[in-house]
């Protein structure tokens, strides 16, 4: 078998090598990226899984390696520290298939990196799996993240995260090869989800009157430096945080289990916590009773300050703040609000007719409406 898979190793390269994409159709060239995304991942839990087995006999030492994590990243060509979590990967998901994340990851349908996110889903949330293997089937990477991250964050005791996460704030910066000045940090979400709502908002700003396209990552440095020199024209002008709660555990002054106390974008909170800040008077507090939000409405273009809240809570029961609701994108940046049924249509501006979506899946999502006569006449 071995030798089987050698030859047919080497004979896959030798095609691929001589693989032109310019001569093949562009339909075509689609669905041959689609087979060799499918091929690459299962090759991948080959070579980890192979790797593993080679590591655990000690075969490294005899290649000059004392150590395995680094001889499986000379082989993969990538850091240390990825070629450790590969290894973890097939550790935990089993030395091959055989089990659900083993066999996903043998048959090409998920990356090693979307198995650690399975996996360690799992460990915090036992019975997960099954559901956050479907979630990485059809979705993308950040949103199986967001998933995961959101199933450990609700099984953890929010005094104790709320310590944690205390304890975990840090700041450094440092120099470049080419002189940038790099920054790294992490900030517990009481501070951190105001902080970044402002300054995505000064970044939309920059990006409006930028009179040349570069990324958003570029428009928002240049938002912090505004936002810090004072230059920024945003400033505090709106609320930077969301606060949800329990009607019941607000009153109470702690929560019970099954009774939601957090951030909207930034998880759990000790129901004493949200009480200090609501304080502020730039963070908004949203107390429910776990009634649906769906009766404000009115006609016209322009979204009125309460409809606006109940949209930016996301749904029900979770208000956990909006993403694309384009099928897998769930992208929380950069969003626009649109009509499903077009207000040139005479769709109304209310809860159950607004969809929060992505700049590209706006623009052709308004081509599709443009396309099925919804928009009216064209100019």
Request: hydrophobic content about 45%; aromatic content about 4%.
């Amino acid at each position: 078998m071995t030798a089987t898979l050698l030859e047919e190793a080497a004979a896959l390269r030798a095609v691929l090598a001589a693989f032109d994409p310019a001569l093949v159709a562009c339909e075509q060239a689609a669905v041959v990226a689609e087979q060799l995304a499918v091929t690459e991942k299962a090759c991948a839990a080959a070579r980890a899984r192979a790797t593993a087995r080679a590591v655990q006999g000690r075969a490294h030492e005899g290649r000059g390696f004392a150590d395995g994590v680094e001889w499986a990243a000379r082989l993969s060509g990538s850091t240390r520290g990825a070629a450790k979590a590969a290894l973890g990967v097939v550790e935990a998901a089993g030395a091959g298939p055989g089990t659900a994340v083993g066999d996903a990851l043998a048959n090409g349908e998920l990356s090693l990196e979307q198995a650690a996110v399975v996996l360690g889903a799992e460990a915090a949330c036992a019975g997960s799996e099954g559901e956050m293997l479907a979630l990485a089937r059809e979705s993308s990477l950040a949103k199986l993240h967001d998933e995961a991250r959101r199933r450990r964050l609700d099984a953890a005791d929010p005094g104790e995260l709320h310590r944690r996460q205390r304890a975990g704030r840090y700041f450094r910066h440092w120099r470049d090869g080419e002189g940038l000045v790099r920054l790294a940090g992490a900030l517990p979400p009481n501070v951190g989800v105001g902080l970044m709502a402002h300054l995505d908002r000064e970044c939309d700003r920059v990006r409006r009157e930028a009179t040349e396209p570069e990324p958003r990552a570029a428009h928002a440095a240049d938002a912090l430096v505004a936002m810090l020199s004072g230059a920024g024209v945003t400033g505090r002008s709106s609320t930077d945080l969301v606060l949800v709660c329990d009607l019941w555990a607000w009153r109470r002054g702690h929560a019970h289990p099954g009774e939601s106390a957090h951030i909207v974008g930034g998880g759990p909170v000790p129901v004493g916590v949200l009480a200090t800040l609501a304080e502020d008077a730039f963070v908004k507090a949203v107390l429910h009773d776990g009634v649906e939000i769906s009766t404000v409405a009115h006609f016209g273009r322009h979204i009125p300050a309460e409809l606006r809240t109940a949209l930016e809570l996301g749904p029900p029961p979770t208000f956990d703040g909006v993403e694309c609701t384009e099928a897998g994108c769930g992208r929380r940046y950069g969003l626009e609000w649109d009509h499903v049924d077009p207000v040139a249509n005479g769709g109304p501006t209310s809860f159950d007719n607004l969809r929060a979506r992505c700049w590209p899946h706006h623009r052709a999502k308004t081509e599709r409406d443009r396309q099925a006569g919804l928009l009216g006449p064209g100019p």
